[in-house]
Structure formats: structure tokens, C-alpha cells
């Protein structure tokens, strides 16, 4: 584990604190504040020990200036200070000398939010890229980094990685929960262990699946993962999401081949329709048309995974098993999800659309873990590491960590 929060002397300290509060928004509104509650306990800790906090955090994709009118954090830094009944300052400047002035007159308690760093990108990417002078002017506003953004920390980025190598650094207690949480339940998972990949990508994924081939008793597979499977195998797939890649397809080929009593693909499938937006149907796995998708699983597959299911002890699920945000193709995530919650299995959900398609379904308290990370979470589950923690020295083990 590396250094950690309540391992590292930060009374009295001024303390950046870089979080990911890159929430849903709509029109200014936060449509789900879970990542923003997710760090209370690390900021509430950093209160007690009487520290000056800067916050710093991403929203959103910012490529154009455009991007910038909706993609503010002043609206985190009020629905901060609601949850923490306390002045929550916000700043729209984040790359400014004028700044450290403002941050030498924080008294202690006090909480600073500086604007989206990604707002740098435009024109110049210098939060993405890394740049150095940004890098060392956020780690100059403060004396002690703590990294609790653990859905941002397969990016080596000024914000993280960058500030990491000026400070003395630790990782936050979302993050440790984050790591321990992984470490117990899919690196060393009891068995039966069942791994569930879905989602509209594959070539990102297949690492991860070769790694998570080797120690799980099946891998059930959905989305795009399914469909690049199902054309490795001379399948029609339509116009479905799957990998086009030659490389991609022959790696898939011969993993299937090896763990050929491992991988269970779908029976079935509802299919929409390239040329009639109001075109559903079920079809067989075998009867895909060419200008059909596929766009959610049918009651056939439903029923094989559940039997592998209901006698798992362990279940990673990544990705939904259809485009879950369109009512007509949501019912295989649903059902999938009634039958996870309904198992006596482990169930860790893996960040990203199936944590979010957990939570709108109304699942977030029936799972034993839900991730935070998206790409993080695969990234640590496929390498054993997070880029962005690489400078930060490793510490005392943690066995427990009651929050």
C-alpha cells in the first residue's frame, strides 16, 4: 500500500487535495453527488487536523472553450458546502500568481476549490500533458499532496502525477478502500469466481480479460466484448459495436481456444436497426442480419447466466449488457442486475457505465462494492499499479480501514 493518509503528518498543514468530482451534470444541475460524498471522510479527517485545504478536480471533457460554460465546478463547491455545513471559497482562476496570494490567506479549516483543471487543456493541454511549470505551481500553493482521485489515477497528469514529484505525498481514504477493496475481492476472490465484460468497448479490454481469463471459473460476456467473440468465431454481428482489429481478433481466437470451457456468449439477442430507429427485435445469436445491432441480450442468455450465477461465490461485472439508457434495450441490465442483487454471491461492480446503471437502477446498496473507476479500476486490475502514484513512496500496510 502505498503512503497513506493517516500515515503521513499533515497537522497544521496546507494540504492540495486532488479529488474526482467529474459527477453527471445537466444544464448546471448535479444529477448524482456519489463521487462527492465518496471523500468526505478524507476531507473531514484533513479538517479535524486543523489543515488548509485546495481542492482540485476535473469535470466533464474539455477540448473547446465552449466546453468551459458547462463544465464549471462552482456548482461541486456549493453542493460541498451543503454536505459539509461549512464555507466551501471557490476560485475561477487555477493558473495564477494573484492565487498564492489568496491561498497565504486561508486560515486553517478553510477550503479552497480552484476551477476544472482540465479548463488548461484549451489551447495547450498543459494538465493532460503534464507540463511542468503548471505541475510545480500547483505543488508551490500548498505543503503536503494527498491523491484521493481514484477514477483519474490511470492518467499521469499536472494534477496528480505532476504535483506528486514537488510534495511529500499520501493517498486519501477513498482511494485506500478503492486498492484494498480490488485487492480482496477480484485479485484474491473466493471461487466459484465469475467475470462478467460488457460495454461498447473491447480493444481496451482485452488485457484485462487475459489476465482475469487465467483465474476465473467463466467469463460471461455482453456489448461489444461478445460481439468481437461471436465474429472471432465467423458469427454475423451486423453493424453491432465489435472490434475490427486483425490483431485483436486473432488474440481473442486463440484465448477462446485455450479457455474454451471458460467463456459463455450470448444465446441471444434484442437487435435494432442501422436503417429504422423504431425497428426492435428478438433474434436468435445465429439469425443476425447484416444491417441489424445488437443492442441488448435476450431471455435465453439471461437464463445461462443466471444458473452460472446462483452457484458463484465471487462476481466481477464491468459494463452493462446493453445500451441500458434506452428503454427499449434495457432489460437485459435490469434483469441481470435483479438476479446479481438476488445471488448469495460476492458482487463488485467495476466503475464506470455499470456503476452508474447500478445506481439509476436503484442497485447502489445491494452490491458488496461498487468502484468508483472506470478505466482506473481496469488499469489497476490489469497492471497492478496507477500511473499517477508512481512517485508516491510506499508505506505501511493497512489491514483494516474502518470508514
Known amino acids: 500500500m502505498k503512503q497513506t493518509l493517516q500515515n ?13 468530482y467529474n459527477v453527471p451534470m445537466n444544464n448546471g444541475m448535479i444529477l448524482d453527488d456519489t463521487k462527492i460524498k465518496e471523500t468526505l471522510d478524507t476531507i473531514n479527517y484533513l479538517l479535524k487536523e486543523n489543515c488548509k485545504i485546495i481542492i482540485l478536480s476535473h469535470l466533464g471533457k474539455i477540448k473547446t472553450e465552449a466546453d468551459k ?6 456548482p461541486i463547491a456549493k ?10 471559497y471557490f476560485s475561477k482562476e487555477n493558473f495564477n500568481p494573484e492565487l498564492k496570494l489568496r491561498v497565504q490567506k486561508l486560515k486553517p479549516k478553510e477550503i479552497l476549490m480552484l476551477e476544472n483543471t482540465r479548463f488548461l487543456d484549451v489551447p495547450n493541454k498543459l494538465e493532460s500533458k503534464c507540463e511542468t511549470q503548471l505541475s510545480e505551481f500547483w505543488a508551490s500553493l500548498g505543503t503536503v ?6 477514477g483519474t489515477s490511470h492518467r499521469r497528469h499536472a494534477s496528480n502525477y505532476g504535483i506528486s514529484k514537488y510534495l511529500p505525498s499520501c493517498i486519501g481514504f477513498l482511494m485506500q478502500k478503492e486498492i484494498k477493496n480490488l485487492n480482496e475481492l477480484v485479485k484474491n476472490p473466493e471461487h466459484p469466481f465469475v467475470v462478467v465484460m460488457s460495454g461498447a468497448k473491447f480493444d481496451d479490454k482485452i488485457v484485462l480479460i487475459e489476465k482475469l481469463i487465467e483465474k476465473c471459473d467463466y467469463l460471461l460476456c455482453g456489448g461489444a466484448i461478445a460481439n ?4 472471432a468465431l465467423d458469427f454475423s454481428v451486423g453493424q453491432s459495436l465489435a472490434s475490427i482489429d486483425y490483431f485483436i481478433i486473432e488474440r481473442i481466437k486463440k484465448m477462446m481456444l485455450k479457455y474454451k470451457d471458460k467463456f459463455v456468449l450470448p444465446l441471444d439477442a434484442i437487435v435494432g436497426s442501422t436503417y429504422d430507429e423504431n425497428y426492435v427485435k428478438y ?8 444491417n441489424d445491432m445488437i443492442l441488448d441480450v435476450g431471455i435465453k442468455t439471461l437464463e445461462k447466466f443466471k444458473k452460472i450465477i446462483d452457484s458463484s461465490k465471487t462476481v466481477f461485472v464491468n459494463g452493462t449488457l446493453g445500451m441500458y439508457e434506452n428503454k427499449k434495450f434495457a432489460n437485459g441490465t435490469k434483469e441481470f442486475f435483479r438476479i446479481l442483487s438476488e445471488s448469495n454471491a460476492k458482487v463488485i461492480i467495476g466503475g464506470g457505465d455499470s456503476a452508474s446503471a447500478a445506481r439509476n437502477l436503484g442497485y447502489q446498496n445491494k452490491f458488496t462494492y461498487i468502484s468508483s ?7 489497476y486490475l490489469s497492471t497492478d499499479s496507477l500511473p499517477a502514484l508512481d512517485n508516491i513512496k510506499e508505506g505501511v500496510e ?3 480501514l474502518d470508514l
Do not use: M, P, Y
Open 79 to 88: 453542493r460541498l458546502k451543503e454536505l459539509l455545513k461549512q464555507e466551501v
Open 373 to 379: 473507476g472506470g478505466g482506473a479500476t481496469l488499469e
Open 398 to 400: 493497512i489491514e483494516t
Open 8 to 20: 503521513t503528518n499533515v497537522s497544521n498543514q496546507t494540504v492540495i487535495l486532488r479529488v474526482d
Open 228 to 231: 468481437t467473440c461471436l465474429r
Open 145 to 150: 499532496f494527498v491523491n484521493d482521485a481514484f
Open 69 to 74: 460554460k458547462k463544465n464549471s465546478l462552482e
Open 283 to 290: 433474434k436468435r445469436i445465429d439469425k443476425i442480419d447484416d
